[in-house]
Protein backbone atom coordinates (compact mmCIF):
# COMPACT_ATOMS: atom_id res chain seq x y z
CA UNK A 1 0.00 0.00 0.00
CA UNK A 2 2.42 2.99 1.56
CA UNK A 3 5.68 2.27 -1.27
CA UNK A 4 5.56 -1.77 0.01
CA UNK A 5 5.93 -3.99 -3.77
CA UNK A 6 4.36 -6.85 -3.41
CA UNK A 7 4.33 -9.58 -5.89
CA UNK A 8 1.15 -10.72 -7.28
CA UNK A 9 0.54 -14.62 -7.39
CA UNK A 10 1.13 -16.01 -10.76
CA UNK A 11 -2.84 -16.94 -12.36
CA UNK A 12 -1.38 -19.67 -14.47
CA UNK A 13 0.10 -22.79 -13.74
CA UNK A 14 3.10 -23.12 -16.17
CA UNK A 15 4.14 -26.76 -15.17
CA UNK A 16 2.07 -29.83 -14.04
CA UNK A 17 3.39 -32.89 -11.77
CA UNK A 18 0.94 -34.75 -12.07
CA UNK A 19 -0.73 -37.71 -10.00
CA UNK A 20 1.27 -41.27 -10.09
CA UNK A 21 4.72 -38.99 -11.08
CA UNK A 22 7.68 -39.24 -8.64
CA UNK A 23 10.41 -37.06 -9.28
CA UNK A 24 13.81 -38.11 -7.53
CA UNK A 25 16.07 -34.45 -6.72
CA UNK A 26 15.53 -31.35 -6.44
CA UNK A 27 13.44 -28.94 -8.44
CA UNK A 28 13.71 -25.33 -9.22
CA UNK A 29 10.89 -23.55 -11.21
CA UNK A 30 9.75 -19.85 -12.48
CA UNK A 31 5.83 -18.55 -12.35
CA UNK A 32 3.35 -20.71 -11.58
CA UNK A 33 3.71 -24.65 -10.51
CA UNK A 34 0.95 -27.26 -9.38
CA UNK A 35 2.49 -30.52 -8.34
CA UNK A 36 -0.22 -33.60 -7.49
CA UNK A 37 2.14 -36.42 -7.43
CA UNK A 38 5.72 -36.75 -5.34
CA UNK A 39 9.15 -34.80 -4.80
CA UNK A 40 11.42 -36.00 -3.34
CA UNK A 41 13.86 -33.28 -3.19
CA UNK A 42 14.14 -29.83 -2.38
CA UNK A 43 11.00 -27.31 -4.08
CA UNK A 44 12.46 -23.82 -4.55
CA UNK A 45 11.02 -21.30 -6.63
CA UNK A 46 13.50 -18.81 -8.75
CA UNK A 47 14.13 -15.48 -6.27
CA UNK A 48 13.43 -12.08 -7.29
CA UNK A 49 10.47 -12.67 -9.28
CA UNK A 50 7.07 -13.61 -8.47
CA UNK A 51 5.72 -17.33 -8.06
CA UNK A 52 3.31 -19.62 -7.08
CA UNK A 53 3.37 -23.46 -6.24
CA UNK A 54 0.28 -25.35 -5.66
CA UNK A 55 0.20 -28.90 -3.52
CA UNK A 56 -2.84 -31.02 -4.05
CA UNK A 57 -4.23 -33.35 -1.45
CA UNK A 58 -2.29 -35.76 -2.99
CA UNK A 59 0.91 -34.01 -3.82
CA UNK A 60 3.49 -35.23 -1.10
CA UNK A 61 7.17 -33.74 -0.76
CA UNK A 62 10.16 -35.08 0.76
CA UNK A 63 11.88 -31.91 0.94
CA UNK A 64 12.54 -28.02 1.64
CA UNK A 65 10.00 -25.89 0.16
CA UNK A 66 10.40 -21.84 -0.93
CA UNK A 67 7.69 -20.13 -3.36
CA UNK A 68 6.33 -16.79 -2.97
CA UNK A 69 2.98 -17.71 -2.83
CA UNK A 70 1.98 -21.00 -1.41
CA UNK A 71 -0.87 -23.28 -1.31
CA UNK A 72 -0.79 -26.44 0.07
CA UNK A 73 -3.64 -29.27 0.62
CA UNK A 74 -1.21 -32.18 0.72
CA UNK A 75 1.69 -33.33 2.85
CA UNK A 76 5.38 -32.00 3.29
CA UNK A 77 8.01 -32.98 5.05
CA UNK A 78 10.32 -30.56 5.43
CA UNK A 79 10.71 -26.59 6.28
CA UNK A 80 8.71 -24.23 4.59
CA UNK A 81 9.01 -21.09 3.51
CA UNK A 82 6.59 -18.73 1.88
CA UNK A 83 7.91 -15.05 1.04
CA UNK A 84 4.25 -13.42 0.65
CA UNK A 85 1.15 -15.46 1.55
CA UNK A 86 0.93 -18.86 2.42
CA UNK A 87 -2.45 -20.93 2.75
CA UNK A 88 -2.68 -24.66 4.39
CA UNK A 89 -5.79 -26.21 3.29
CA UNK A 90 -7.89 -28.32 5.07
CA UNK A 91 -5.50 -31.78 4.12
CA UNK A 92 -2.35 -30.26 4.34
CA UNK A 93 0.36 -31.60 6.59
CA UNK A 94 3.62 -30.01 7.15
CA UNK A 95 6.20 -31.62 9.51
CA UNK A 96 8.81 -29.31 9.73
CA UNK A 97 9.32 -25.05 10.52
CA UNK A 98 7.08 -22.64 8.37
CA UNK A 99 8.39 -19.23 8.04
CA UNK A 100 5.59 -16.96 6.28
CA UNK A 101 4.56 -13.09 5.93
CA UNK A 102 1.07 -13.55 5.60
CA UNK A 103 -0.95 -16.97 6.70
CA UNK A 104 -4.35 -18.41 6.21
CA UNK A 105 -5.16 -21.70 7.82
CA UNK A 106 -8.71 -24.05 7.31
CA UNK A 107 -9.79 -25.90 9.72
CA UNK A 108 -8.28 -29.74 9.51
CA UNK A 109 -4.90 -27.96 8.58
CA UNK A 110 -1.82 -29.85 10.40
CA UNK A 111 1.44 -28.21 11.46
CA UNK A 112 4.03 -30.02 13.26
CA UNK A 113 7.09 -27.44 13.86
CA UNK A 114 7.37 -24.15 14.41
CA UNK A 115 5.75 -20.81 12.76
CA UNK A 116 7.36 -18.10 12.27
CA UNK A 117 6.19 -14.89 11.25
CA UNK A 118 8.85 -12.55 9.05
CA UNK A 119 7.84 -9.06 8.53
CA UNK A 120 10.42 -6.54 6.25
CA UNK A 121 10.99 -4.52 9.68
CA UNK A 122 12.62 -7.99 11.50
CA UNK A 123 14.96 -8.64 7.65
CA UNK A 124 16.14 -4.84 8.03
CA UNK A 125 17.04 -5.17 11.73
CA UNK A 126 18.83 -8.77 11.21
CA UNK A 127 20.69 -7.34 8.13
CA UNK A 128 22.05 -4.07 10.03
CA UNK A 129 23.10 -6.26 13.26
CA UNK A 130 25.46 -8.62 10.94
CA UNK A 131 26.72 -5.06 9.45
CA UNK A 132 27.75 -3.47 12.38
CA UNK A 133 28.83 -7.34 13.74
CA UNK A 134 31.72 -7.20 11.01
CA UNK A 135 33.43 -3.88 12.20
Do not use: C
Amino acid sequence: MFGKKHSKPQSRIDSLIGAGTTIEGDLNFSGGMRIDGQVNGNIIAAQGKPSTLVLSEHARVNGKVNATHLVINGTISGPVSAGEYLELQSKAKVTGDVHYKTLEIQLGATVEGRLIHTSVAVQDKVVAFKLSSGE
